[in-house]
């Protein structure tokens, strides 16, 4: 059987399945000390906060502003970190569809934001 | 040497480089076993397939099945690639509206694709009137994390 786990007093490394822990290289981890890992420290859905609005979201300060994942299905947006613990969503009209009314399904964005903050700092 | 690695029966900790992680904050961390980890669990392509309106019109609908039902809308990557460089493929999380337009409404086409707990939802719709004006042609591609939002 494969060696998948190592754990030392130097580190904890785990291998890619079919990677030998012990002879395989960092680009082979699933977690290694050399490399970074994503995860996320917080999420959330900020229910339709309508057209052209602003809102702030207190965020976890890790010491740094980190990358954020934001999305929404109606709004053009943007959102901007005012400091290591805010996160400033604003949104702007919604996307216009023409003739969605006569799509075969009838479309319904719900206009929710959906955020994560990683554990990544922005470069 | 530096404590890098706390096991523990709170759970796992590992500092980031030269980061004591007995005494590190949370910006001090590579990894924390009390936050959530982004794992791929499925992912897929689609294309439109054109239903006819008329000469100038078509739509398009379409769905993917995650297999399973989350608890909550998962978090889901997309790539919108409509090829020829007219347009840049774009990223995002939980779904996305793209609607772009020639001229002033005339020649249009858009996408809209929706997240749910149990899968995609893809509708989109063209309008052509003006001749040599060619039928979108476009790939999405999405990446379904296990993780939801």
Redesign the interface.
């Known amino acids: 059987m494969t060696n998948r786990v190592l754990?030392t007093?130097?580190?904890?490394w785990v291998s890619q399945p079919g990677v030998d822990v012990l002879t395989g290289t960092d680009d082979q981890m699933l977690?290694s000390?050399a490399t970074?890992?994503?995860?996320?420290?917080q999420?959330?859905?900020i229910s339709d906060p309508g057209a052209n609005s602003t809102t702030n979201v207190t965020i976890?300060?890790?010491?740094?502003k980190p990358f954020v994942?934001?999305?929404?299905?109606?709004y053009n947006f943007t959102f901007e970190l005012t400091s290591n613990t805010n996160l400033r969503l604003k949104t702007q009209s919604a996307?216009?569809?023409?003739?969605?009314n006569?799509?075969?399904?009838v479309?319904t964005?719900d206009g929710s934001v959906?955020?994560?903050v990683l554990?990544q700092v922005i470069e | 040497?530096t404590n890098?690695?706390l096991?523990d029966a709170n759970g796992?900790r590992?500092s980031r480089?030269t980061k004591d992680v007995i005494s590190a904050?949370?910006?001090?961390?590579?990894?924390?076993s009390d936050?959530?980890?982004?794992g791929v669990f499925a992912t897929g392509s689609k294309a439109p397939s054109w239903?006819i309106i008329s000469s100038t019109?078509g739509?398009w609908?379409d769905t993917s099945a995650f297999g399973r039902t989350f608890a909550t809308a998962p978090?889901v990557f997309f790539d919108l690639d409509a090829g020829g460089g007219v347009y840049v493929p774009v990223g995002?999380?939980?779904?996305?509206?793209?609607?772009q337009?020639y001229g002033v409404?005339t020649n249009?086409w858009?996408v809209?694709?929706?997240v749910s707990t149990t899968g995609l939802?893809f509708?989109a719709?063209y309008?052509k009137p003006t001749s040599g004006w060619t039928r979108p042609s476009f790939t999405i591609k999405w990446s379904a994390m296990y993780?939801n939002?």
Request: charged share 15%; aromatic share 12%.
């Open positions: 754990l007093s130097g580190g904890l977690f000390m970074e890992s994503l995860q996320v420290v999420s959330g859905v976890p300060d890790q010491g740094f994942i934001v999305s929404c299905d109606k996307v216009s569809l023409t003739n969605d006569l799509a075969p399904t479309i964005r959906r955020y994560a554990n | 040497m890098r690695v096991l796992l590992v480089a904050g949370i910006g001090d961390l590579k990894f924390n936050w959530s980890q982004l239903s019109e739509y609908h978090l995002d999380a939980s779904g996305f509206t793209y609607h337009e409404g249009y858009w809209v694709v929706q939802t509708n719709r309008n993780y939002l």
